[in-house]
């Protein structure tokens, strides 16, 4: 089977050259031929339209004055000129002068000048008549001719200067020819040498650096076999790093949920069991965040170790902020799980936590699913529920509707949202009554919702549910702005219901402060705050007494 001949660079070189400089001389070929060919066509039509334009008003003067021997006398002088082939008057849709000129130039083509001019009276400078003109296209096609022709010379001769230059070209490139041949079979590794490499040109110094290039690129590449083996390990050991991080949590060092979720999909069965931590943004308050975080380590630790002793050879993971998730594929009933969360709990919120000087206790609240199949969210489910029902923990049970619950805490807080962004949370002013006058004393706002519907709802069914969906500072808000508002120009004392959760958010706190001066109430507002068991260890409950006292 024969190869196909390869044709050289210069070859291409020239060819190419050639084949650019043919096209673009075709190109203003075409292009000056058009341009001429337009130009000349309007030249000649503008001619014809120029000597219609100029007899017109002529003949419109004398078709007004009737004089029909004078039109046919400038209908002779027109024609005579060899270029009009034919004139026609036409008034009323009656030819009255149609006169042609037998010795006029016939183009070889049907392609002529027709000329329409209308006729305007003198006077009422309305259409009387229309001329209609031939002019002959003769003179336009000599003069295409003869512009074609001279561009074909032109053309014609700057070919033949491009294929002189081309062939030169060629002889040019021959050097470059042979070190191509020269280079095709060549190994890298090889020594290198290239014709022409003495020469005192351009091709000269192409195969110079050829051959000092050809040195360097063998030394590169013994750098470059040593360099991909290091490469090669390093790339080894950052794969190895970050498959560790994507799986591992930074803070522990324990699976991350990734992880987590690796394994539930992997397998058919087990048990999971979500563990979080009640109220740890506290704890970031109080101590700040290297001791949250010490906590947070510490729990690790005692979940693995409680996991461990148990021989329920569970893995420990670490979910997000203070939610970590115990897992385990062994066996175990309703019953022994349960015990064993109650002894999870116990021993987790038995254990001290130390952190420098202080002794930190923690509370914890589970959930826990026995069926691995959307097991997060049933987990997940159950440690809400047991959030809201102020419960340690919850086992998930079809049984026990704790979907049901589910959707409808998601409706409570829908419900209370709707009411804050409707306006309908209201205080109730409740008087309290002196034994000994029987006079008014004071007043206690009470919280209401007030539904769609006109009900009225007490806060038993929406206070918790709002501390929950963490929209009970709102609230508070609520009571403190209409409270003031209410009794900004009365001289009665009222009294406003606080939580610690209240007395520890800065923000609700500035809120407080900046409505009591703003209604002028400091003399009037009192504060009960509900909660009491250990209000002594809260310094900023002691710090939020004093400067209300300092307010009046």
């Keep these: 089977m024969k190869t196909k001949k390869r044709r050289s660079l210069s070859t291409k070189i020239v060819l190419s050259v050639a084949s650019v400089f043919l096209l673009i001389f075709f190109a203003l070929f075409i292009a000056f031929d058009k341009i001429n060919k337009s130009a000349l066509y309007t030249a000649e039509k503008e001619k014809a339209e120029m000597i219609a334009e100029t007899v017109a008003p002529i003949l419109a003067v004398e078709i007004y004055l009737a004089r029909k021997q004078h039109l046919l006398s400038i209908a002779s002088q027109v024609t005579a000129n060899p270029n009009i082939l034919s004139f026609l008057l036409e008034q009323n849709g009656e030819i009255i002068i149609d006169q042609k000129n037998l010795k006029a130039e016939q183009s070889n083509t049907d392609e002529n000048f027709n000329v329409e001019t209308e006729l305007i009276h003198p006077v ?3 259409p009387i008549a229309v ?19 001279v561009l074909l010379i032109t053309l014609g001769a700057l070919s033949l200067l491009i294929l002189i230059f081309s062939f030169y070209l060629r002889h040019l490139l021959t050097p470059l020819k042979n070190i191509a041949l020269k280079l095709r079979n060549f190994t890298p590794g090889q020594e290198l040498l290239l014709p022409s490499s003495n020469q005192n040109d351009e091709i000269g110094n192409i195969a110079a650096a050829l051959e000092e290039m050809n040195i360097r690129i063998t030394d590169y590449a013994h750098q470059q076999e040593d360099t991909a083996h290091i490469l090669e390990q390093e790339v080894e050991k950052k794969t190895a790093l970050l498959s560790h991080q994507l799986y591992t949590d930074t803070l522990t060092g324990y699976p991350n949920r990734v992880q987590l979720m690796n394994d539930i999909n992997q397998l058919r069965d087990g048990i999971l069991i979500l563990v979080n931590i009640d109220e740890f943004q506290q704890i ?14 510490q729990l690790a630790e005692a979940l693995k170790y409680l996991s461990r002793s148990s021989e329920k050879n569970m893995m420990v993971y670490r979910l997000s902020g203070d939610e970590f998730a115990l897992f385990t594929t062994s066996p175990m009933g309703y019953h022994s799980l349960e015990l064993f969360i109650q002894e999870l ?24 699913s026995m069926d691995i199949k959307n097991g997060m969210e049933k987990a997940d489910m159950a440690l809400k529920t047991a959030r809201i029902n102020q419960k340690p923990f919850m086992i998930y049970d079809g049984n026990l509707n704790i979907e049901h619950q589910y959707e409808q805490n998601m409706l409570w807080i829908q419900r209370l949202t709707m009411a804050i962004f409707e306006d309908r949370i209201v205080p109730y002013y409740q008087p309290i009554f002196d034994n000994q006058t029987g006079a008014v004393s004071s007043y206690e706002c009470l919280i209401r919702l007030i539904e769609k519907d006109g009900n009225v709802l007490t806060p038993f069914h929406f206070l918790d549910i709002s501390k929950k969906a963490r929209l009970y500072t709102r609230l508070t808000s609520i009571m403190v702005e209409k409270s003031c508002r209410h009794f900004t120009d009365k001289s009665d004392h009222f009294s406003i219901n606080l939580s610690v959760d209240d007395i520890i958010d800065s923000d609700t706190v500035a809120f407080i402060k900046n409505q009591i001066k703003f209604y002028n109430v400091e003399n009037q507002i009192i504060f009960e705050i509900l909660e009491s068991v250990g209000i002594e260890d809260y310094p900023e409950i002691l710090k939020f007494i004093e400067e209300m006292k300092s307010l009046g």
């Design 124 to 126: 009422t400078l309305k």
């Design 284 to 297: 970031n308050d109080f101590y700040g965040h290297i001791a949250g975080d010490h906590v947070l380590n």
């Design 131 to 149: 001329l209609h003109l031939s002019y002959s296209s003769a003179h336009y096609h000599n003069l295409t001719a003869q512009y074609r022709d």
């Design 345 to 368: 709990n116990t021993y987790i919120e038995a254990l001290p936590i130390y952190y420098e000087e202080a002794k930190i206790n923690i509370r914890i609240t589970l959930g826990a």
